[in-house]
Antibody, heavy 114, light 112 residues
Framework: EVLLQQSGAELVRPGSSVKISCKAS????????MHWVKQRPEQGLVWIGR????????VYAEKFKSKATLTADKSSNTAYMQLSSLTSEDTATYFC???????WGQGVMVTVSS | DVVLTQTPPTLSATIGQSVSISCRSS???????????LHWLLQRPGQSPQLLIY???RLESGVPNRFSGSGSGTDFTLKISGVEAEDLGVYYC?????????FGAGTKLELK
């Protein structure tokens, strides 16, 4: 069974950074891109970017190029997303998804507040 | 970036009613490899999105066959033939042909 298990909710200060994880199981981690998606409260879905876990190659949406950094650890089948210089605009749920949008993590709620 | 325009934004339906959602793209979603990467997702309240239809018309495993997708180029439709209570939520189209990948704004399906 394919599972994407994401890390827990985060409460972080403005200006800080946060790194969230997405541990994959039930399939060959390096066979499929991992995408990251943002959803602000009561709003729609926004694509952040994707990583090829086989070689670490990344593609980002323009507005996230200086905000998000995607990495992947093949040894632990885990994808990571670091968000930097956090503001209230970054308060959202962040999902990882793979296998052509067929599998999704449960989402990580990141709250940016002082 | 490709803009996906979904209509209607809200849909009220009774149980058993058939409904359709439109997704129009600002440019063709036909990839140079011959595939069209237009997919449909459902997000139930408080849940992660789930894939219903991929590549325009292919039903994801485990999804009821009352869901169907059609279209080509820039114009796509999701049809639900006989709405059931479990179908309530927000439907999104998403394109994976042109990076950056983009989502439609969503269509909220409610009970009338």
């Amino acid at each position: 069974e394919v599972l994407l298990q994401q890390s827990g909710a985060e409460l972080v200060r403005p200006g800080s950074s946060v790194k969230i994880s997405c541990k994959a199981s039930g399939y060959t981690f390096t066979d499929y891109y991992m995408h990251w998606v943002k959803q602000r409260p009561e709003q729609g879905l926004v694509w952040i970017g994707r990583i090829n876990p086989a070689n670490g190659n990344t593609v980002y949406a323009e507005k996230f190029k200086s905000k998000a950094t995607l990495t992947a650890d093949k040894s632990s089948n885990t994808a990571y997303m670091q968000l930097s210089s956090l503001t209230s605009e970054d308060t959202a749920t962040y999902f990882c998804t793979t296998w052509g949008w067929g599998y999704w993590g449960q989402g990580v709620m990141v709250t940016v507040s002082s | 970036d490709v803009v996906l325009t979904q209509t209607p934004p809200t849909l009220s339906a009774t149980i058993g009613q058939s409904v359709s959602i439109s997704c129009r793209s600002s440019q063709s979603l036909l990839h140079s490899n011959g595939n069209t990467y237009l997919h449909w997702l459902l997000q139930r309240p408080g849940q992660s999105p789930q894939l219903l239809i991929y590549s325009v018309s292919r039903l994801e495993s485990g999804v009821p066959n009352r869901f169907s997708g059609s279209g080509s180029g820039t114009d796509f439709t999701l049809k639900i033939s006989g709405v059931e209570a479990e179908d309530l939520g927000v439907y999104y189209c998403v394109q994976g042909t042109h990076a950056p990948y983009t989502f439609g704004a969503g269509t909220k399906l409610e009970l009338k």
